[in-house]
C-alpha cells in the first residue's frame, strides 16, 4: 500500500512511517519543520526514516511544506495513487494555544479541511485522524470513555481536537470516507518533543537543573508508550482500509495506568540517578487534572493492547536521550 503520513517529520510520525515500511508499505509525508521545537530534531528524524527506507527497499518521498498549500495537497494526490491517509500534522501544545489560538485553528482546522477535500476530490476513502485526550477536558468521570460528553474542552488546542472530529465525520456522512479519530493519551518514548514532561524532566536532571512542578504534583496522565501507539494507529489504518465497510469511529489509545505529577518525577529521578529539586509553581491554565483512558473499545475492535508501562518506558527514554546527548 501507498500512504500518505502528514507530520511524518515529528516525533510520532517518524515512527509511524518507519513501522508502516517494516512492514513493506511506501510511504509519502509532508512536514513544514515549523520551529514549535529545534528543526533540526525534525531533520534527523528524517534522516532516521529515509535510512528505513533504504533498509525495507520502500518508495519514500517526503515534501517539505505546508498542510495548509492547497495546491501542494493537490499536487502531491495527482501525483501519487494513494490507499490511506494519516493526519497527525497539527500545532500540538496546550498551553501555547491559549496564546495563539488563530494560528492552531488555521493549521488544525484549515489544514485538516483542505485534506479531507483533497482526498474527496481524488476519491479516496480512508482516513486516521489523529485527535487527543485532551478533548475530554476535566472530565470528572474516570476512566475517560468514548461515549462520554466532551462538549467542554478548556483549551483552543483541545477544541481543535474535537472539532476536527466532527469535520471528520461530515465528510464521512456525506462522501463515504472511512475515518477513525484516534484520542492519543500522552505519548512518550525515543524522539519525544522537548516540550513535554519526560523529556524536559531528564534533560533538566541531567543538567543538574531544578524542575518546575506546576500545581502541588497530584495532577495525573496516562502515558503511552510511543510503540503501543503506532500499533494502535496501524491497527486503525487496517480498519479503515476495509473497503467493504462504512466506518465512522473514535478510539482512546492509552496506557490506562495513570500515574501523578510527584511520582514521575521521582521515578526519572530514580532511573536517572539523581534527586529531583522541584521548584512547585501554579498550575497552568489549560492544564486538566487527569487524563485516564478506558481503551477497551479499542481492545475490542483492533485488537490493541499496550504493552510497555510506565517504569520500564521511562528506562528506555533515558537510555535513548543519553545515546543521543551523551549526558
Ligand atoms: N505527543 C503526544 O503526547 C500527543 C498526544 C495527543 C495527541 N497528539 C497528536 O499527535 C500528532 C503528532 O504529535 P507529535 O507529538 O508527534 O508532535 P510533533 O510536533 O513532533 O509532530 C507534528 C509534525 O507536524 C509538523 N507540522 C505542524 N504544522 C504543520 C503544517 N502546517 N504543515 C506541515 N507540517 C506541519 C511539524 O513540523 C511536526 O514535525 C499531533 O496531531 C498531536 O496533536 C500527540
Known amino acids: 500500500m501507498k500512504y500518505f503520513i502528514t507530520g511524518g517529520s515529528g516525533f510520532i510520525g517518524s515512527h509511524l512511517s518507519q513501522e508502516l515500511m517494516r512492514q513493506g508499505h511506501d510511504i509519502i509525508t509532508i512536514d513544514n519543520f515549523n520551529d514549535y521545537y529545534d528543526p533540526l530534531l525534525k531533520e534527523k528524524n528524517y534522516e532516521d526514516v529515509k535510512k528505513t527506507a533504504i533498509k525495507y527497499s520502500c518508495f519514500f518521498k517526503l515534501y517539505k511544506g505546508d498542510i495548509r498549500n492547497k495546491e ?61 485526550s485532551s478533548v475530554y477536558g476535566n472530565n470528572k468521570k474516570v476512566p475517560f470513555n468514548e461515549k462520554d460528553e466532551v462538549d ?34 500522552t505519548v512518550y518514548g525515543p524522539r519525544q518533543r522537548p516540550d513535554l514532561a519526560i523529556n524536559k524532566f531528564t534533560r533538566l536532571m541531567l543538567e543538574g537543573k531544578s524542575i518546575p512542578m506546576f500545581g502541588d504534583g497530584t495532577t495525573a496522565r496516562d502515558y503511552t508508550y510511543v510503540s503501543d501507539i503506532v500499533d494502535g494507529t496501524i491497527k486503525s489504518l487496517n480498519y479503515v482500509m476495509q473497503k467493504d465497510k462504512h466506518i465512522y469511529d473514535i478510539f482512546n489509545l492509552g496506557g490506562s495506568h495513570p500515574i501523578s505529577l510527584k511520582d514521575l518525577i521521582s521515578t526519572i529521578g530514580e532511573v536517572v540517578g539523581v534527586k529531583p529539586i522541584i521548584e512547585q509553581m501554579p498550575m497552568q491554565p489549560g492544564d486538566v487534572n487527569i487524563t485516564y483512558s478506558d481503551f477497551s473499545h479499542a481492545k475490542e475492535v483492533l485488537d490493541y493492547n499496550p504493552k510497555i508501562r510506565i517504569n520500564e518506558g521511562i528506562q528506555r527514554f533515558v537510555k535513548w536521550y543519553r545515546e543521543e546527548t551523551k549526558l
Open 152 to 185: 467542554n474542552p478548556i483549551s483552543p488546542y483541545a477544541a481543535t481536537k474535537k472539532a476536527g472530529e466532527l469535520l471528520c465525520y461530515t465528510y464521512h456522512a456525506l462522501f463515504d470516507i472511512n475515518v477513525a479519530c484516534l484520542r492519543y493519551f
Open 72 to 132: 501542494l495537497i493537490s499536487s502531491i494526490f495527482n501525483d501519487h495513487q494513494i490507499d490511506g491517509v494519516i493526519a497527525l500534522a497539527a500545532n500540538a501544545g496546550v498551553r501555547p494555544s491559549i496564546e495563539d489560538p488563530l494560528y492552531y485553528v488555521d493549521v488544525n482546522l484549515v489544514g485538516l479541511t483542505i485534506l479531507l477535500e483533497t482526498m474527496r476530490n481524488n476519491d479516496v476513502k480512508s482516513l486516521v485522524f489523529v485527535s487527543s
